[in-house]
């Protein structure tokens, strides 16, 4: 989030070798803003009263509780998006009301920000980024000082945990893990933003980042000056405000946050770290079958791992040892890290060991999670509260056979397979042999979830969506998919069931056919699901309606019932999808649904004449995706 600041450095260090700058008091610092900025808005739509300059913006809400919310980066807002009033698109005017705590006044400052003497590095980054925000919207610089000297008079706005913060009884959250918090609080003359910042947490920044989209900015594409949105505001001021807020997921991640993590924390991604996908041989590599020849599949009589998909003899004791111990190194050298993937290699039912050990299992699920088990009582003896990880995938997908509980410390993460388009909770199901996934399903992915939960008690559970129709299918790449409220009823669902992390795997990346416009194209698609991990009360509609007021003006309305009306298609979809394998787009966008998101579109254009440039851009480039698109069906 740092701004470069190597001309403000050179004048500062010019200044102090002329002796012409002075520090009074020792403790105070102020920074410059650069004059022009990448990334603003002409003419905001967020709030539209503030295109004049007419209206004062406010920060106003009533809520009091313990889970409260603001914007789409909060849990329950009662003056955010969708469920009330949306600060985006029609402010509650503060109007210098009496006991508002005005910020900037008619493009004056009328705060500072202040963080500690000895503030950790999130916590200046954040403070920075506060006040270059404030810069852009108002045309103000808040000076930023240090809580170590005596500040009577004024108002401020306290980054991070300092004497001030203490002062007004605010308590800083602490802990790492299983302690991710973050805190906005307005106190009298004083106006706090702070979270955990232990560990990988960021949680100054993400209060940082509430505030402002409250204000109206918004972030929907990284690098790209055209979707960040940055109102134009005369004022700023706030009202009653005490949340203390917790995440829906303790760990929300994607390739977004893999590729751009400062973007990524403005779409509050990270939590906790956890490595994803196949890490044995990152632990046993295969060339180590000329050591350790009986760790590795017996296929035919030989041990190999020169098969295509080639495996570990997962019933060998000393080769579970051996991760255990390897894992206790990793867990060494990364002390954020809470868990590590000891799931089989990629691959279907092939190439896993003959040997009579591991033929006694009836199951592929059976042997790993014993397996499992024997790693992770290894990795207890040292790590007790962190964890190993098997996948429920491909040849371990279906439920294990024996009963068999999982360790306190082992993860099963549950990787969806089976028609990606309709909610989870729809149940819905086709039996039978499936040739790309090589499995017999007798149940739906609900079911099997679930009965793998029973049967091995398992405490631990996270899981892994695909999330990319232009996997394997490149007709996809270049047409819009839009999940909405599906995506937040699922997360919904695994929630109740006891996940605490989501990987949606695959984003918006010139990777697996995506094209290089897909971050405009799939917005939606990464920006809902991506916000909805972290806010625990939102729903899909409601992070679009926020975000299609501030992206598209007066067109915000039309444009949110477009993307309903491609999410409705995608939820009445029936046709297979197999993870990676999409349905057809003619399967998804029937005639039905074609006239209905035409409509939309028709609505939408027109209103064109009537918002920003920026606004009319970023409309007409959504809505050439839908007409292009229409070409295949």
Not at 548 to 556: R, S
Request: charged share 20%; net charge neutral.
């Amino acid at each position: 989030m740092k701004r470069n600041k190597k001309s403000i450095r050179a004048l500062l260090i010019c200044l102090l070798t002329a002796c012409f700058l002075v520090f009074v008091s020792g403790c105070y610092y102020y920074e410059e803003v650069p004059a022009e900025s990448d990334g603003t808005e002409t003419s905001s739509s967020a709030p539209q009263s503030d295109e004049t300059g007419a209206t004062t913006s406010g920060y106003v809400s009533d809520d009091t509780s313990s889970n409260g919310g603001g914007g789409t980066g909060d849990s329950t807002s009662k003056e955010g998006t969708g469920g009330g009033k949306s600060t985006s698109s029609t402010p509650a005017p503060t109007g210098g009301s009496k006991g508002d705590l005005k910020l900037v006044t008619n493009g004056v400052a009328n705060c500072t920000i202040v963080i500690a003497e000895k503030a950790s590095e999130k916590v200046k980054s954040a403070a920075e980024d506060l006040q270059h925000h404030i810069y852009l919207m108002t045309g103000a610089t808040p000076p930023i000082g240090l809580d170590n000297k005596e500040r009577v008079d004024g108002n401020y706005i306290l980054v991070g945990p300092s004497k001030y913060t203490e002062k007004i009884n605010i308590k800083t959250p602490k802990g790492y893990p299983n302690n991710e918090k973050v805190i906005l609080k307005r106190h009298n003359n004083y106006l706090a933003l702070l979270g955990n910042d232990d560990g990988n947490y960021t949680g100054t920044q993400f209060a940082v980042n509430m505030f402002l989209e409250e204000l109206g900015c918004g972030w929907f594409a990284p690098d790209n000056d055209l979707w960040t949105v940055i109102p134009k505001l005369k004022n700023i001021s706030v009202g009653t405000l005490n949340r203390t807020i917790t995440p829906k997921f303790t760990t929300r991640t994607n390739n977004i946050y893999s590729y751009y993590k400062d973007f990524a924390m403005r779409w509050y991604l990270g939590g906790e770290p956890v490595m994803t996908g196949h890490g044995l041989p990152l632990l046993v590599p295969k060339t180590e079958i000329k050591n350790h020849p009986e760790w590795f599949s017996l296929i035919n009589g030989k041990r190999t791992a020169d098969a295509t998909w080639w495996q570990y003899c997962y019933s060998n004791q000393e080769f579970a040892k051996e991760i255990g111990r390897k894992v206790i190194e990793y867990f060494d050298k990364n002390p954020y890290a809470v868990s590590y993937p000891i799931c089989a290699n990629d691959g279907w039912n092939t190439d896993f060991c003959e040997c009579s050990d591991c033929a006694k299992f009836p199951s592929y699920s059976d042997l790993l999670l014993e397996f499992a088990n024997r790693v992770a009582r290894e990795v207890a003896k040292k790590y007790p509260n962190r964890t190993v990880h098997i996948l429920s995938y491909h040849a371990t997908y279906d439920v294990p056979k024996q009963s068999r509980k999982a360790e306190p410390n082992v993860e099963i993460m549950f990787c969806r397979e089976t028609f990606m388009t309709v909610p989870i909770t729809a149940g819905y199901f086709k039996p039978g042999y499936n040739t790309i996934t090589r499995n017999t399903y007798t149940m739906s992915w609900k079911d099997n979830f679930e009965q793998y939960i029973a049967k091995t008690g398992v405490k631990k559970i996270s899981i892994w969506e695909w999330y990319c129709l232009a996997v394997e299918r490149e007709v996809w790449k270049d047409i819009p998919w839009v999940q909405g409220s599906v995506a937040i009823e699922n997360q919904n669902y695994w929630k109740s069931k006891g996940a605490s992390y989501v990987f949606y795997d695959h984003g918006p990346l010139p990777t697996y056919r995506e094209s290089g416009a897909s971050f405009p194209l799939r917005w939606p698609l990464w920006y809902v699901a991506s916000k909805g991990a972290w806010a625990s009360s939102l729903t899909g509609d409601q992070i679009l309606a926020d975000a299609c007021n501030k992206l598209f003006g007066k067109a915000g309305s039309a444009m949110l019932k477009y993307y309903q009306a491609l999410a409705k298609a995608s939820a009445e979809c029936k046709a297979d999808s197999i993870a990676w394998i999409p349905p057809g787009p003619d399967q998804m966008y029937t005639s039905k649904h074609v006239a209905a998101i035409d409509n939309t579109v028709k609505a939408a254009k027109a209103l064109r004449s009537e918002l920003s440039a920026n606004e009319r851009a970023r409309l007409d480039n959504q809505i050439s995706y839908w007409e292009n698109a229409k070409k295949h069906f």
